[in-house]
């Protein structure tokens, strides 16, 4: 089963950036990492996908180390509205995303 | 544009019940997901459609649960009889007919079996 790894909780400053590490070993050469959030009482969102090199968007920057086996989230400024649970995830058959437990990022003003 | 628009937002109801949990995906998109959330398991994949043709139901729990896409704009998961274990909030998602593209998340329906 496709398998990531990221740390149960972090917790941020307001307006600083943001970190969030994956580790995804398993990852084979065609899956992209994927990266979604959940804030309170809402259905995950969409934040960035990537393959091998780095991604931006208009909500965060993803880093993707060269064997492809961790990645980083990048927000460059937190704001109380990016307190959510975020997800790492890489795709192994098409569609089919397997969410794990996911970081839980907390923003104090 | 409409997103995912999933029906009811909450249901209520005794064990044993039939429970209909109702989707439309977004205009355009080719697949559609089921996913339910838990405190225990967290968000787990119940089946997904490309074309309204299933393609993968292997998380689906059990017999009780089924899901149909009768058309391109429109799905169901049923769950038939009602257990308390049921309990969770259901998610719908959809996303265009192309590898890697993302999914598109309904607000989700709470469910809980009494």
């Known amino acids: 089963d496709a398998k990531t790894t990221q740390p149960n909780s972090m917790e941020s400053n307001e307006e600083e950036p943001v970190h969030l590490p994956c580790n995804h070993s398993t990852i084979s050469g065609t899956d992209y990492i994927h990266w979604y959030r959940q804030l309170p009482s809402q259905g995950p969102e969409y934040v960035i996908h990537?393959?091998?090199s780095n991604v931006n968007n208009r909500m965060a920057s993803l880093a993707i180390a060269e064997d492809r086996k961790s990645s980083t989230l990048i927000l460059h400024r937190a704001t109380l509205r990016d307190a959510a649970v975020y997800y790492c995830i890489h795709d192994y058959n098409n569609n089919d995303m397997r969410f794990g437990a996911g970081t839980r990022l907390t923003v104090k003003p | 544009d409409a997103g995912v628009i999933q029906s009811p937002r909450h249901e209520v109801t005794e064990m044993g019940q039939e429970v209909t949990l109702r989707c439309k995906p977004i205009s355009g998109h080719d697949y559609l997901f089921w996913y339910r959330q838990t405190m225990m398991r967290g968000l787990e994949l119940l089946i997904y459609f490309n074309n309204n043709v299933p393609i993968d139901d292997s998380g689906m729990p059990e017999d009780r649960f089924s899901a149909k896409m009768p058309n391109a704009s429109f799905s169901t998961l049923k769950i038939q009889p009602s257990e308390p274990r049921d309990s969770a909030v259901y998610f719908c998602?959809?996303?265009?007919?192309?590898?890697?593209?993302?999914?598109?998340f309904g607000d989700g329906t709470r469910l809980s079996i009494l």
């Open positions: 990537g393959l091998t």
């Open positions: 998602a959809s996303s265009r007919d192309s590898k890697n593209q993302p999914q598109h």
